[in-house]
């Protein structure tokens, strides 16, 4: 029964996060602490900080840590499946779509456009990550730039620039010269 | 065989990427472009862009819905299930472990150290992957999407506008655009 509710729990959630991340974390919110009690809301908090603090997307992370708590590994698997079941059907649907329609005329300009968006969406979500990144302060009057991490995001982007590496290997090296440069600095000071 | 073989290339490179990835469903895809378009040759690059506008309008996770196109493309139905359950298997893995343990793990003076320095390449990889992009789009030199393009920017990264809106908004545009290019057309001929 309670495998059941799980799942349709995060059907819905799966079903109406349009638009990533940020739009599912109130609707996780909504069903797995104001309507079921699932988790309490400083739990929430914490599931929040780690869904950012780990990898994949925070819909199947949520759905994978609330499922795990209430039903154990079982829990996990049929929340994070209900999570992804909408998903499946609906964007194979357009994909299906497109397939078909692409070539007229009309839809090849309408994407055309939207290639264009895109890059633009991208380039807004990668400024973002690099403010978040480097900056240090969080005053709204002052701006403090954190001139380590500075560093390291110019020397990651040359290499990546440059070198063409591959994106996985810089960011896994940007980790561990992130911890390797905080111990120096603490050994210095 | 073949085809056995591309399927697990595809489950393998999918758990990689999965496994990897921090900081939401725009890197993820950076990473899948980079991977599939310009390593692999697997998808082209308009069509790998017009995946990521699907993906970003349609219900659900970003990085599971690429996946799940990404997925058919090269695969068919198995490839979709082979893409989707390579992008969902690191997450639940690491959750269900990590659920057991979490306060110590957000607490933990390392993790914070190296996802602080990772949170520096992710942007990065994202800036470096929108770049090629850019130069690529505007070298085009088809003006409307070039306006809709930094008009796009201004609205998402000044005004913080919900993506779906905008993308709403630039299909209408574009739609438009072509239909006023077709009738100018049609006038030329006549």
Redesign the interface.
């Known amino acids: 029964m309670l495998l059941i509710k799980l799942f349709f729990a995060f059907l819905q959630i799966g079903l109406f996060s349009v638009g990533g991340g940020y739009v599912a974390i109130p609707l996780i919110q909504a069903k797995a602490v104001d309507s079921y009690g699932w988790i309490s809301q400083t739990e929430f908090a914490d599931l929040v900080t780690i869904a950012e603090m780990t990898p994949g997307p925070i819909a199947v992370n949520s759905a994978t840590f609330v499922g795990m708590k209430i039903g154990g590994f079982a829990g996990a698997i049929v929340s994070t499946l209900g999570c992804i079941l909408p998903s499946m059907v609906l964007v194979s649907l357009i994909f299906f779509l497109y397939n078909k329609y692409k070539g007229l005329p009309l839809l090849d300009a309408v994407m055309d456009s939207l290639r264009a968006v895109v890059v633009a969406l991208i380039l807004s979500a990668g400024i973002s990550l690099f403010k978040t990144a480097v900056l240090a302060g969080e005053d709204d009057t002052a701006i403090t730039i954190d001139v380590m991490q500075l560093l390291l995001f110019v020397v990651s982007f040359l290499i990546l620039r440059i070198k063409k590496a591959s994106p996985i290997l810089v960011m896994f090296i940007a980790g561990v010269a992130g911890i390797v440069s905080n111990l120096v600095i603490e050994a210095l000071l | 065989m073949e085809k056995i073989k591309r399927l697990s290339k595809l489950f393998f490179n999918m758990v ?16 899948m472009k ?1 991977k599939f378009v310009d390593e692999l040759h697997w998808i082209e690059e ?1 069509e790998m ?2 995946y ?14 690429c996946a ?2 990404v997925g ?2 090269i695969g068919g ?1 198995p490839g ?1 299930l082979t893409a ?1 359950a390579g ?2 298997l ?3 893995v ?3 472990v ?3 343990f ?2 110590a ?2 607490e933990n003076t ?2 914070n ?19 090629s ?2 130069i690529k ?1 505007t070298s085009k030199k ?1 003006v ?3 306006i ?6 201004i609205a ?2 000044v005004f913080k506008i ?3 809106y ?2 709403i908004v ?2 209408v ?3 438009v ?3 006023i ?2 009738k100018e057309k049609k006038n030329v001929i006549d």
């Open positions: 990689y990427i999965s496994s990897f990835t921090f900081g939401g469903g725009f890197v993820i895809v950076s990473i980079k308009d862009l017009d990521v506008a699907i993906s970003q309008s349609s219900p659900g996770a970003i990085a599971v819905n799940i196109l058919t493309k139905f979709m989707v992008t969902i690191p997450p639940i690491i959750l269900s990590i659920a057991m979490y306060k793990f957000a390392y993790v150290m190296m996802l602080r320095g990772m949170s520096a390449g992710v942007a990065a990889v994202v800036i470096d992957v929108a770049v992009l850019c789009e088809n409307l999407n070039i809709l393009m930094a008009a796009a920017f998402a990264f919900n993506v779906i905008i993308i630039a299909a545009i574009g739609l655009g072509a239909l290019n077709r």
